[in-house]
């Protein structure tokens, strides 16, 4: 039998940044942390959170700038390693050492990153359609085909994007879910369409600051990206067990991204979802559920 949502819960965490989070569970539980990418909200998770809140304190967290969660306006408070220090101080406040994080796009590299600097933290990292940093620096400045397909990164970095998103009632928004998969999204039902619209209402620059804040998107004439980064591979190790899933009719980030990632990650299982777009949380919750259990099963 799955478990009710608990909504409206806040941390403020020792930085200062008030989270928002959903739960489902009982605190005390192992703690599972599932993190949103964009334009989502914790909401991403609704699927998720009553399976894996029988047996686990299952929690989805606002990150900062979306939602119900502080929204800074400094655009450098959107640098990877201040999102990272809220999931950090997040999992101390809720009083663990050690969690399973499962997470989508930007939550994902979020989490790549926090999996890099604090293995200690993680005892499992599940990373759904978000491409392991050095190989997608590595696509940016070699693979033609990959800026082709980030190059709307370059749009939202864009000064005004937030108010071209907003027109017609969301439509360019709305147009994420309904394009980038394969038509229209059955999933974006009335009420689902109506829960991001709220979402979306709270405010969209702090969503758009990701793209603005990172050096990880296809380089122009004004602005390097990842041409004025020298990084060291072996930086880049992941040394906790992780699993990815790949839905692998992702228009943003192809299946290509998966070559090669594992040379940084040595307890590694890929599953590939052929018909799965870069929603395939979505399209097929059942089934990532699923995937989910015999991961932690494992």
């Not at 599932?34 to 929690?59: I, K, N, R």
């Not at 491409?131 to 693979?143: G, K, R, V």
């Not at 990172?214 to 990206?225: D, E, F, R, V």
Request: glycine content about 8%; aromatic content about 10%; overall charge negative.
């Amino acid at each position: 039998m799955s478990v009710s949502i608990q909504q409206n819960q806040f941390a403020v965490l020792d930085n200062g940044t008030r989270l928002h989070y959903a739960s489902a569970g009982e605190a005390g539980k192992p703690l599972m942390l599932f993190v949103h990418g964009f334009p989502e909200f914790w909401g991403e998770w609704s699927a998720q959170l009553p399976e894996f809140g029988q047996d686990h304190f299952a929690v989805a967290p606002d990150l900062r700038g979306f939602n119900l969660s502080d929204m800074p306006a400094e655009l450098s408070a959107y640098k990877a390693r201040h999102i990272v220090d809220d999931l950090r101080l997040l999992i101390q406040q809720l009083g663990y050492q050690k969690v399973v994080v499962v997470a989508h796009d930007w939550g994902g590299a979020v989490c790549w990153n926090m999996a890099i600097a604090l293995p200690e933290l993680i005892e499992k990292l599940i990373i759904i359609n978000s491409p392991h940093p050095y190989l997608f620096m590595q696509a940016l400045l070699n693979d033609p085909a990959q800026r082709a397909a980030s190059e709307y990164m370059n749009w939202l970095r864009q000064p005004g994007s937030e108010e071209a998103l907003e027109k017609n009632d969301f439509a360019l928004m709305d147009g994420f879910f309904n394009g980038m998969g394969q038509g229209e999204a059955h999933w974006f039902d009335a009420d689902t369409r109506a829960a991001y619209h709220a979402c979306w209402a709270r405010g969209l620059s702090g969503g758009v600051n990701y793209y603005r804040a990172s050096p990880l998107h296809p380089p122009t004439a004004n602005h390097q990206g990842p041409q004025q980064l020298a990084l060291n591979p072996d930086d880049f190790r992941v040394r906790v067990p992780t699993r990815v899933i790949w839905g692998e009719n992702d228009k943003a980030l192809p299946k290509s991204l998966l070559d090669g990632m594992e040379d940084f990650v040595p307890d590694l299982r890929i599953t590939r979802i052929a018909e799965g777009s870069h929603w395939v949380i979505h399209e097929q919750p059942e089934r990532i559920n699923g995937l989910i259990r015999q991961y932690l099963d494992e």
